[in-house]
């Protein structure tokens, strides 16, 4: 069929790297369809809004879009609209969707998305909104299809949900209890990727430490790790791990592996025990502060991330201090900090949200200022030393440039032929800067 005569998708996604990698998955099944895909709305057949509920931002964001959503409607009767992701879990959502938003034609949860071609149908059918969200957990569907992109990074899914219920997080109502797809599912899914070519892969999770406890046979994430390691793909990543669940065990099992990288996300939320004890972190900051001195000890040059929630409901000056002082004394690569931001269902909703936004945004802001800094200061290490990059592509902000990572996950932009593109390539490090690198290609380098 010409692609002119073919209906047109555009997704709209939002939140973790969960979500970009379900809207891979949909958008392989659409490809299977006989749909193609458009970036213009004008263009579009159908537009699927696939949603985070993390931050309350991130909703009334959607609502927004999906208001604008009613002219381009009007115009183009015949066009459908879907709303998945976290937010369709939300049955608040769901009740405002049908009561003020009757643009939209479907709404499906975060475990139904194999049921894609037969909403579909039915909504072509039907004149009412068609709702298919989940109320137990989902199974695990294997063997869709994903379209994913370039052909050099993927991220694979090892397992969906969270037991660990933070006070402050939807996840677990929306994703549901922690389901660990099979062993022999991730390994031959990997085995093809590299087959295919791809450079590495990024093992998702919401708490991949306790991937396989829900599993019969006897395997834990140190042991898919290795299984993993063995197969031969460049790099691997992984994300995210709890605290409380990143064993001795792991780590050996990094340190002495070939192809994981030296970059471990590890979210701490609060600095001070008080709030930890109200978040249900179920760790303390001194047994924080021991693995990563652990983690530093063992993985030479290891690159830290964490999150930071700032203003959990009764953090008091001196208990943000203390969150000040965690960043200060690990010297994080990066850190993702987020202003609290109560959600329906959660305990910490039922919690008083005493502190003002002023002085959350003012906490916000010292967080940043104080993490810039030590930013900058950890990549002027980098500086005068010799790195092994993955190129991806030409840099997006400085055109002609190319672009890539390090293992430890830092950007690295540098002069070079396109036919570097997908290849690993040693850059001596010239000039640091707050979010990136400049360097040049360094033949001889190690
Ligand atoms: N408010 C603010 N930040 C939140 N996060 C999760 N829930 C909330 C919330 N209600 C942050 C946590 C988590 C990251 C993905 O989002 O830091 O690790
Ligand atoms: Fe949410 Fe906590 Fe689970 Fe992370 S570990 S997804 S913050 S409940």
Same mark, same amino acid.
């Given at each position: 069929?010409?692609?002119?005569?073919?209906? #047109?998708?555009?997704?709209?996604?939002?939140?973790?790297?969960?979500?970009?990698?379900?809207?891979?998955?949909?958008?392989?099944?659409?490809?299977?369809?006989?749909?193609?895909?458009?970036?213009?709305?004008?263009?579009?057949?159908?537009?699927?809004?696939?949603?985070?509920?993390?931050?309350?931002?991130?909703?009334?964001?959607?609502?927004?879009?999906?208001? =604008?959503?009613?002219?381009? @409607?009007?115009?183009?009767?015949?066009?459908?609209?879907?709303?998945?992701?976290?937010?369709?879990?939300?049955?608040?959502?769901?009740?405002?969707?049908?009561?003020?938003? %009757?643009?939209?034609?479907?709404?499906?949860?975060?475990?139904?998305?194999?049921?894609? %071609?037969?909403?579909?149908?039915?909504?072509?059918?039907?004149?009412?909104?068609?709702?298919?969200?989940?109320?137990?957990? +989902?199974?695990?569907?294997?063997?869709?299809?994903?379209?994913?992109?370039?052909?050099?990074?993927?991220?694979?899914?090892?397992?969906?949900?969270?037991?660990?219920?933070?006070?402050?997080?939807?996840?677990?109502?929306?994703?549901?209890?922690?389901?660990? =797809?099979?062993?022999?599912?991730?390994?031959?899914?990997? @085995?093809?990727?590299?087959?295919?070519?791809?450079?590495?892969?990024?093992?998702?999770?919401?708490?991949?430490?306790?991937?396989?406890?829900?599993?019969?046979?006897?395997?834990?994430? %140190?042991?898919?790790? #290795?299984?993993?390691?063995?197969?031969?793909?460049?790099?691997?990543?992984?994300?995210? !791990?709890?605290?409380?669940?990143?064993?001795?065990?792991?780590?050996?099992?990094?340190?002495?592996?070939?192809?994981?990288?030296?970059?471990?996300?590890?979210?701490?939320?609060?600095? !001070?025990?008080?709030?930890?004890? =109200?978040?249900?972190?179920?760790? !303390?900051?001194?047994?924080?502060?021991?693995?990563?001195?652990?983690?530093?000890?063992?993985? %030479?040059?290891?690159?830290?991330?964490?999150?930071?929630?700032?203003?959990?409901?009764?953090?008091?000056?001196?208990?943000?201090?203390?969150?000040?002082?965690?960043?200060?004394?690990?010297?994080?690569?990066?850190?993702?900090?987020?202003?609290?931001?109560?959600?329906?269902?959660?305990?910490?909703?039922?919690?008083?949200?005493?502190?003002?936004? !002023?002085?959350?945004?003012?906490?916000?802001?010292?967080?940043?200022?104080?993490?810039?800094?030590?930013? #900058?200061?950890?990549?002027?290490?980098?500086?005068?030393?010799?790195?092994?990059?993955?190129?991806?592509?030409?840099?997006?902000?400085?055109?002609?440039?190319?672009?890539? =990572?390090?293992?430890?996950?830092?950007?690295?932009?540098?002069?070079?032929?396109?036919?570097?593109? +997908?290849?690993?390539?040693?850059?001596?490090?010239?000039?640091? @800067?707050?979010?990136?690198?400049?360097?040049?290609?360094?033949?001889?380098?190690?």
């Amino acid at each position: 069929m010409e692609v002119k005569n073919r209906r #047109k998708y555009l997704f709209r996604t939002y939140g973790c790297q969960m979500n970009e990698h379900d809207t891979e998955i949909m958008e392989g099944m659409l490809n299977e369809l006989g749909y193609a895909p458009t970036t213009t709305e004008e263009d579009a057949d159908f537009i699927i809004f696939n949603t985070c509920s993390v931050r309350e931002n991130a909703d009334n964001k959607v609502f927004g879009e999906i208001g =604008r959503m009613k002219n381009l @409607k009007r115009s183009n009767p015949n066009m459908l609209l879907a709303l998945c992701g976290c937010m369709a879990q939300q049955q608040t959502v769901v009740d405002r969707i049908l009561k003020s938003y %009757p643009q939209v034609d479907m709404v499906f949860g975060t475990h139904n998305i194999h049921k894609l %071609p037969e909403l579909i149908e039915q909504a072509f059918l039907s004149k009412e909104t068609i709702i298919d969200v989940w109320q137990t957990e +989902g199974e695990i569907v294997e063997n869709l299809p994903r379209a994913r992109k370039d052909g050099l990074k993927a991220w694979v899914t090892i397992m969906y949900g969270c037991n660990n219920f933070c006070t402050y997080c939807i996840v677990p109502h929306t994703r549901g209890r922690e389901r660990s =797809r099979s062993f022999e599912n991730i390994i031959t899914e990997i @085995k093809q990727l590299k087959d295919e070519g791809y450079k590495e892969v990024t093992l998702l999770g919401q708490n991949v430490n306790s991937y396989g406890n829900d599993l019969e046979d006897n395997v834990d994430f %140190p042991t898919l790790l #290795k299984e993993i390691d063995k197969i031969g793909i460049n790099r691997i990543r992984f994300m995210t !791990s709890h605290p409380k669940d990143f064993t001795d065990e792991l780590m050996d099992v990094i340190k002495n592996s070939e192809n994981i990288c030296e970059q471990i996300h590890l979210p701490f939320q609060a600095g !001070s025990d008080e709030v930890l004890k =109200r978040m249900n972190r179920k760790h !303390s900051r001194e047994w924080y502060l021991d693995k990563i001195n652990a983690i530093k000890n063992n993985i %030479p040059n290891v690159a830290l991330s964490t999150d930071i929630i700032v203003g959990f409901p009764g953090e008091t000056d001196e208990q943000f201090e203390k969150t000040l002082d965690m960043v200060r004394q690990v010297e994080f690569d990066i850190a993702y900090t987020f202003i609290y931001s109560p959600r329906t269902g959660t305990p910490a909703a039922n919690l008083e949200d005493n502190i003002s936004l !002023s002085d959350k945004k003012r906490r916000l802001q010292a967080l940043i200022q104080t993490q810039n800094d030590i930013s #900058k200061k950890k990549n002027l290490e980098y500086v005068n030393k010799t790195v092994e990059v993955l190129v991806e592509g030409y840099s997006k902000t400085n055109t002609d440039k190319l672009t890539g =990572r390090t293992r430890t996950n830092k950007v690295v932009n540098f002069f070079g032929e396109d036919t570097l593109i +997908g290849q690993l390539v040693n850059i001596r490090i010239e000039t640091a @800067k707050t979010w990136s690198l400049e360097g040049v290609i360094d033949n001889d380098g190690k």
